[in-house]
Structures are given as structure tokens and as C-alpha cells.
């Protein structure tokens, strides 16, 4: 099976700045839901931006679905939320009309959406429980419900790679609980390939069937149930 991503010896500091990642590796099967975690300014968004080739590593090398990431031809084949995806959220456009921008985008813009390509909108709109409220504005939607229609927009592309930044402000640990179980229920049932930063570990580690701990490299590495002892901690521990 090749990789969904692969990252090789790599080291990334940002221009007349000190190291931020050192020598990372790091090879993502393309069943695989990951969890990143680890501490602010631990590097956990400058490795996701490696990965889709947003950043250039100094020394090292980039492998995204076998592909220099930069070069991926097919960009739709990744989906990425970043960490302040809140944009336009002003904006009086609807659940419905969200998601299907998503499809637009995967399906390039001069094709016209047919009854296909609404059917794919409606069911990413099913996914993330957002059906009662597919014909209201973003902008009257609870933070959470916002995040969850900007993942149906994403899933309206059919992506084979999902990339998901969760943004600190504003998200308490049960909501990264339900994101994380929504996430496992996605990869279950569509096989994606799963890349989750959360900033809570203990909030993840029930779903993901692994846990990558990023501070200034790759601390750990492995099923969450191996986590050392000291990285616990109990006021996060689910029974
Ligand atoms: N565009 C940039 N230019 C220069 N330095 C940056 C830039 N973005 C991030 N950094 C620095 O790189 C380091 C890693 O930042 P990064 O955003 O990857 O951390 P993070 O783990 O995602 O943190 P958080 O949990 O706060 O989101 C930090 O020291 C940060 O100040
Ligand atoms: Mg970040």
C-alpha cells in the first residue's frame, strides 16, 4: 500500500527564524486516523502546512499520495480546514449553499452541477447532522455547527486526504470529543484519510487510532494507550 504521506529527515524554520521542526519523520497509511497534538508554538500547524506544501522544507523531503505536495495535480484529492478557516462566516450564504461551493471547487469551475453532484451535497449535509438546517445562514449556526458545515463543504469534494485544524478559541473539550467522534465515524464509513489537530489530547485519544505528539519535532508517536505516563493528563482522561 503507498503512503498517504511521508515526510523524511525533514527540518523547517521560517525565514530568518530558529528551527521550528527538526528532524521529522513521519509515514501515514491511507487508512489511518491520526491525532496531532502538543503545546502552542509546538509546530503542529507548520507540519500540516509541509505536509500540503504550503511550507518548503530547509532539508528533507515532502511526499503527499506519493507526490511532491506542491505539485499534486489533483488538488482536490485533499481537503484542508485551517486552524482560522472562520472567514466569511459574516456572510448570509446558507449550510446548503456552503456545501455546494465545496462541490463546485472539487468539480472545477466550469462544469455545471447536476442532480449527481446535489445528491453528493445532500448526503455531506447528512454526514455532519446538519440536515434540519441546510437552508440557514452560516451566520445564525453555533460555532461548532459552523465548523461542521465547513467539513460537509469539505466532504461535498470527495477528498482522500482530510486535513482539520481545530481552532483554540472558542472550542471546549466536549465539542473536540464530538468532532473527533465525527471524524471516526467519517473514516470508518468512507475509508479517508485522517489528520486531526486538536489541542486536547484526551479529547481525542478515545477515536484516533493514533497519536502524534509534535514539540519542536515528533515526541511521540503510537497508539494513544501507549502514551508515557507523564504526558497524561487526568483531568482529560476518559473512562
Ligand atoms: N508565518 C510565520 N512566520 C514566522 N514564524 C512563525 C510563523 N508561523 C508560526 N511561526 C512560529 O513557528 C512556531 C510553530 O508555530 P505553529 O503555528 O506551527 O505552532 P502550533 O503547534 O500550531 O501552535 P498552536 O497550538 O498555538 O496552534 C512558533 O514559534 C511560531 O511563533
Ligand atoms: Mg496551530
Redesign the pocket.
Known amino acids: 500500500m503507498s503512503l498517504a504521506v511521508e515526510l523524511r529527515d525533514v527540518s523547517f524554520a521560517?525565514?530568518h527564524?530558529?528551527a521550528?521542526?527538526r528532524d521529522v519523520e513521519l509515514a501515514i497509511k491511507p487508512d489511518e486516523f491520526v491525532g496531532i497534538a502538543?503545546?502552542?508554538?509546538?509546530?503542529?500547524?507548520?507540519?500540516?502546512?509541509l505536509i500540503l506544501g504550503l511550507e518548503r522544507p530547509q532539508q528533507g523531503s515532502v511526499r503527499l499520495l506519493g507526490e511532491a505536495p506542491e505539485r499534486l495535480t489533483k488538488r482536490s484529492r485533499i481537503a484542508y480546514l485551517a486552524?482560522r478557516a472562520q472567514l466569511g462566516i459574516e456572510a448570509p450564504a446558507t449550510v446548503r449553499e456552503v456545501v455546494t461551493a465545496g462541490r463546485t471547487i472539487a468539480r472545477g469551475p466550469f462544469r455545471l452541477l447536476g442532480a449527481a453532484d446535489r445528491a453528493v451535497v445532500d448526503e455531506a449535509i447528512r454526514r455532519v447532522g446538519l440536515t434540519p438546517l441546510t437552508t440557514r445562514p452560516l451566520s445564525r449556526l453555533s460555532g461548532g455547527q459552523q465548523q461542521r458545515a465547513f467539513i460537509a463543504k469539505a466532504l461535498a469534494g470527495e477528498p482522500e486526504v482530510l486535513v482539520l485544524?481545530e481552532p483554540?478559541a472558542g472550542v471546549d473539550v466536549e465539542a473536540q470529543a464530538a468532532l473527533a467522534e465525527l471524524l471516526e465515524k467519517l473514516h470508518e464509513e468512507l475509508g479517508t484519510t485522517i489528520l486531526y489537530?486538536s489541542?486536547e489530547f484526551g479529547a481525542v485519544e478515545p477515536y484516533v487510532d493514533r497519536l502524534v505528539l509534535?514539540s519542536g519535532t515528533i515526541v511521540f508517536d503510537g497508539p494513544p494507550s501507549e502514551l508515557p505516563a507523564p504526558w497524561h493528563d487526568p483531568s482529560h482522561v476518559h473512562s
Open positions: 521560517y525565514p527564524g530558529p521550528v521542526l502538543g503545546p502552542n508554538g509546538g509546530g503542529k500547524t507548520t507540519l500540516l502546512r486552524q485544524d483554540t489537530v489541542h509534535v
